[in-house]
Nanobody, 115 residues
Framework: VQLQAFGGGLVQPGGSLRLSCAAS????????MGWYRQAPGKQRGLVAG???????YYADSVKGRFTFSKDNAKNTAFLQMNSLKPEDTAVYYC??????????WGKGTQVTVSS
């Protein structure tokens, strides 16, 4: 499984960005997909994800502001980020986990929220 992430950038507080993660390879083996982020000096943590049943889950800090969605036909996952805050600044990573537990990571994409 290969993952390619797009969509990071610089945005003002209150703005929006949409991240995309295109998956290729053995797609049918994927059980979950998710977005993680890592700010300077902090550990990488889960932002949002989806399991194969379609259930989505979010970190408390982004609930109501971020929306995770997936286009199965294009094997692409999206993270729509609204009402961005400076504390959302981080490198965002796409993750996919197979049913056998093996995890894959895409290269990170920088999101900077600053005026």
């Amino acid at each position: 499984v290969q993952l390619q992430a797009f969509g990071g950038g610089l945005v003002q507080p209150g703005g929006s960005l949409r991240l995309s993660c295109a998956a290729s390879g053995v797609i049918r083996s994927i059980n979950t997909m998710g977005w993680y982020r890592q700010a300077p000096g902090k550990q990488r943590g889960l932002v949002a994800g989806i399991i194969s049943t379609g259930t989505t889950y979010y970190a408390d800090s982004v609930k109501g502001r971020f929306t995770f969605s997936k286009d199965n036909a294009k094997n692409t996952a999206f993270l729509q980020m609204n009402s961005l805050k400076p504390e959302d600044t981080a490198v965002y990573y796409c993750n996919a986990r197979q049913y056998n537990g093996v995890a894959y990571w895409g290269k990170g994409t920088q999101v900077t929220v600053s005026s």
